[in-house]
């Protein structure tokens, strides 16, 4: 790595900062502590200057690739940017020091925002309820599932044990549907790329407790027979839950309970405005029709008159799914974005998201392959199919992007296509980000069938080249010690 440790960078005696004298007589460690409390030698910290480790941090920061710094196209992951008000919205005083032991007449401006966010959020969805609880999407997705066992509890369908799920889901599902105690059925995507119906009307039995229906799936599609779909469903008893994290393309275009979606969750970090990656934080709130509100985890917040209160009074709730009020933060943040951009903002966005990929699609169009050429909504699949006859994989595409100052799309997913790469360019880049990013693309293509090991060894202008994928993720270096230095240095 071409920047050092802040251990290697360690000169013995120099100081970042030297405290004033004391005023007191000096006390020897060992006459203050017992013997088993100090360290038989000093630990080895790093003996640097200020500026050395100002410039140190700076540069490491300057590494990564992130939505501030480069265009980062991730398929189904949605790292669009996220404007920096809302953080200072988010960390406004009366709202962050907020302590969930707060009397309720002390944070009645928390309540009020978290009723009126769940309030905003049924009007962009068409749903009749809300539960801002969930702290992710899959954690949603478990909340969901609970939320259809109980429904069948109620109508005493014991043998409702099944969930069909498409193929062209998101990957959590099926491990969501398993963890709520349910059998997972598969559904395959018709030569269209959207869900086989005359399958699903085959797999329809008494045994299914739902459909669980990514829409728009990750192919990028838009389910256009979702109506027919959940009236088959319906036809059944069986209720239909639709993974909501694919949103941004539907923002003030279509909305999920006017399709007939009996309950789906939102991934706000997704779509409504929180920086994420790294494992969080998140929220996934789950939207329900009218009829499955009594099932929705407690508390909640209500309006009494012209004040704000938590309930935890429901009969029929799934229970609590997380702590207080959920991850408040990521909640200020969306209601921030929703309030900011409006009813006409939210149409653009979502509207520019689907012209977005539709034009990074048309102009690379003849470098790779489409595999499911049609109007796509907010992401699209390409494959690196045509680059194989020359050596060339969707992880070689992807690496060599870094090169040329592009995080890397997600591949080899979805798994119904070879050599996938999954492009989501989002509404807020550029029409000039996007030529280049197309420019990138359409060069690497060219470069596979010139000079294929340029890209088969990249990235080479990084300051880590191809790593040995297998052995960093089962044989992970995270941790430094004094002697790895003295063996690596011959010190």
């Given at each position: 790595?071409?920047?050092?440790?802040?251990?290697?960078?360690?000169?013995?005696?120099?100081?970042?900062?030297?405290?004033?004298?004391?005023?007191?007589?000096?006390?020897?460690?060992?006459?203050?502590?017992?013997?088993?409390?100090?360290?038989?030698?000093?630990?080895?910290?790093?003996?640097?200057?200020?500026?050395?480790?100002?410039?140190?941090?700076?540069?490491?920061?300057?590494?990564?690739?992130?939505?501030?710094?480069?265009?980062?196209p991730l398929g189904s992951c949605t790292m669009k940017y996220n404007?920096?008000?809302?953080?200072?919205?988010?960390a406004i005083p009366g709202l962050a020091y907020v302590h969930p032991l707060q009397p309720e007449a002390h944070v009645q401006g928390t309540l009020q925002l978290l009723y009126e966010l769940e309030q905003l959020l049924c009007a962009i969805t068409g749903m009749g309820a809300f539960t801002l609880q969930p702290a992710a999407g899959a954690q949603g997705e478990l909340t969901g599932l609970k939320i259809i066992a109980a429904y069948h509890?109620?109508?005493?369908?014991?043998?409702?044990?099944?969930?069909?799920?498409?193929?062209?889901?998101?990957?959590?599902?099926?491990?969501?549907?398993?963890?709520?105690?349910?059998?997972?059925e598969k559904l395959h995507t018709g030569p269209n790329g959207l869900l086989d119906v005359q399958e699903l009307q085959q797999k329809l039995t008494r045994h299914v407790a739902a459909l669980m229906l990514t829409n728009p799936n990750t192919l990028g599609l838009f389910e256009r027979d979702i109506a027919a779909i959940t009236a088959m469903l319906h036809e059944q008893d069986a209720l239909v839950y639709m993974d909501g994290a694919n949103m941004n393309a539907l923002l003030g275009v279509a909305r999920p309970g006017e399709m007939g979606v009996d309950l789906l969750q939102?991934?706000?970090?997704?779509?409504?405005?929180?920086?994420?990656?790294?494992?969080?934080?998140?929220?996934?709130?789950?939207?329900?029709?009218?009829?499955?509100e009594e099932f929705l985890p407690v508390p909640r917040v209500v309006k009494k008159g012209r004040h704000f209160a938590m309930t935890a009074r429901s009969r029929a709730t799934v229970g609590r799914v997380h702590g207080w009020f959920g991850n408040v933060g990521v909640l200020i943040r969306a209601y921030a974005y929703i309030r900011t951009l409006?009813?006409?903002?939210?149409?653009?966005?979502?509207?520019?998201?689907?012209?977005?990929?539709?034009?990074?699609?048309?102009?690379?169009?003849?470098?790779?392959?489409?595999?499911?050429?049609?109007?796509?909504?907010?992401?699209?699949?390409?494959?690196a199919t045509p680059l194989k006859a020359h050596g060339v994989t969707a992880g070689d595409v992807a690496k060599r992007l870094l090169d040329y100052g592009f995080y890397a799309p997600t591949v080899y997913f979805p798994l119904i296509v070879a050599e996938a790469l999954m492009i989501e360019p989002t509404e807020t880049e550029s029409k000039e980000t996007l030529d280049?990013?197309?420019?990138?693309?359409?060069?690497?293509?060219?470069?596979?069938?010139?000079?294929?090991?340029?890209?088969?060894?990249?990235?080479?202008?990084?300051?880590?080249e191809r790593l040995d994928e297998v052995k960093a993720a089962r044989e992970p270096n995270l941790r430094w010690t004094a002697e790895q230095h003295t063996a690596v240095s011959g010190g």
């Amino acid at each position: 790595m071409a920047e050092p440790l802040i251990f290697e960078q360690s000169v013995p005696g120099r100081r970042g900062y030297l405290l004033p004298p004391s005023g007191v007589p000096a006390l020897a460690a060992a006459d203050a502590w017992p013997d088993e409390a100090l360290r038989p030698i000093p630990p080895p910290l790093p003996e640097v200057a200020e500026f050395d480790v100002v410039r140190h941090y700076t540069r490491l920061s300057q590494l990564n690739f992130s939505v501030d710094t480069n265009c980062y196209p991730l398929g189904s992951c949605t790292m669009k940017y996220n404007p920096k008000l809302n953080e200072r919205i988010a960390a406004i005083p009366g709202l962050a020091y907020v302590h969930p032991l707060q009397p309720e007449a002390h944070v009645q401006g928390t309540l009020q925002l978290l009723y009126e966010l769940e309030q905003l959020l049924c009007a962009i969805t068409g749903m009749g309820a809300f539960t801002l609880q969930p702290a992710a999407g899959a954690q949603g997705e478990l909340t969901g599932l609970k939320i259809i066992a109980a429904y069948h509890r109620r109508k005493r369908h014991r043998d409702r044990t099944v969930i069909l799920i498409p193929d062209s889901a998101h990957g959590t599902n099926p491990a969501s549907a398993a963890l709520a105690g349910f059998t997972v059925e598969k559904l395959h995507t018709g030569p269209n790329g959207l869900l086989d119906v005359q399958e699903l009307q085959q797999k329809l039995t008494r045994h299914v407790a739902a459909l669980m229906l990514t829409n728009p799936n990750t192919l990028g599609l838009f389910e256009r027979d979702i109506a027919a779909i959940t009236a088959m469903l319906h036809e059944q008893d069986a209720l239909v839950y639709m993974d909501g994290a694919n949103m941004n393309a539907l923002l003030g275009v279509a909305r999920p309970g006017e399709m007939g979606v009996d309950l789906l969750q939102l991934n706000l970090h997704k779509t409504f405005s929180t920086p994420h990656g790294g494992g969080g934080p998140g929220a996934g709130p789950v939207g329900v029709r009218t009829s499955l509100e009594e099932f929705l985890p407690v508390p909640r917040v209500v309006k009494k008159g012209r004040h704000f209160a938590m309930t935890a009074r429901s009969r029929a709730t799934v229970g609590r799914v997380h702590g207080w009020f959920g991850n408040v933060g990521v909640l200020i943040r969306a209601y921030a974005y929703i309030r900011t951009l409006g009813r006409e903002g939210l149409i653009r966005a979502g509207e520019t998201a689907i012209i977005n990929a539709n034009y990074l699609k048309a102009k690379i169009n003849d470098a790779y392959a489409i595999p499911y050429d049609q109007p796509c909504m907010h992401e699209f699949i390409a494959s690196a199919t045509p680059l194989k006859a020359h050596g060339v994989t969707a992880g070689d595409v992807a690496k060599r992007l870094l090169d040329y100052g592009f995080y890397a799309p997600t591949v080899y997913f979805p798994l119904i296509v070879a050599e996938a790469l999954m492009i989501e360019p989002t509404e807020t880049e550029s029409k000039e980000t996007l030529d280049r990013f197309a420019e990138a693309l359409v060069r690497i293509a060219k470069e596979a069938a010139e000079t294929p090991d340029v890209v088969k060894r990249a990235p080479s202008r990084m300051p880590v080249e191809r790593l040995d994928e297998v052995k960093a993720a089962r044989e992970p270096n995270l941790r430094w010690t004094a002697e790895q230095h003295t063996a690596v240095s011959g010190g």
